[in-house]
């Protein structure tokens, strides 16, 4: 089974910037996209950013657009969150996701991963 660990969570101030990683335990073809997720106390977990493994394409949620950044090294098996201008309200738990066989970025952004980390905590004060 495919292991996700996420890293770089912390405390930043408003307007201040923080990069997550997720390190996959394999390198498998039929793993075609990753991901990030985040969620709060009483919300569900919602999309955040999705990245097919090849780099193609790109997916972001509305709120995160223009501001947060996914970029993936295959050969590392690593992908990464660079989150810029951030707003209090992006305060959550962050969860590194990954798709099985057979499913691609568009699959993982809507119906979520098939593998998922232990999540890092993001806190940004005002």
């Known amino acids: 089974q495919v292991q996700l660990v996420e890293s770089g969570g912390g405390l930043v101030q408003a307007g201040g910037s923080l990069r997550l990683s997720c390190v996959a335990s394999?390198?498998?073809?039929?793993?075609?996209?990753m991901g990030w997720f985040r969620q709060t106390p009483g919300k569900e977990r919602e999309f955040v950013a999705a990245?097919?493994?090849?780099?193609?394409?790109?997916y972001y949620a509305d709120s995160v657009k223009g501001r947060f950044t996914i970029s993936a090294n295959n050969f590392k098996n690593t992908v990464y969150l660079q989150m810029n201008s951030l707003k209090p309200e992006d305060t959550a738990v962050y969860y590194c996701?990954?798709?099985?066989?057979?499913?691609?970025?568009?699959?993982?952004?809507?119906?979520?991963?098939?593998?998922w980390g232990q999540g890092t905590q993001v806190t940004v004060s005002s």
């Open positions: 990245i097919g493994w090849s780099g193609v394409p790109t």
């Open positions: 996701a990954a798709t099985g066989s057979g499913r691609g970025t568009q699959s993982l952004l809507l119906r979520g991963g098939d593998y």
């Open positions: 394999e390198r498998t073809v039929s793993n075609y996209a």
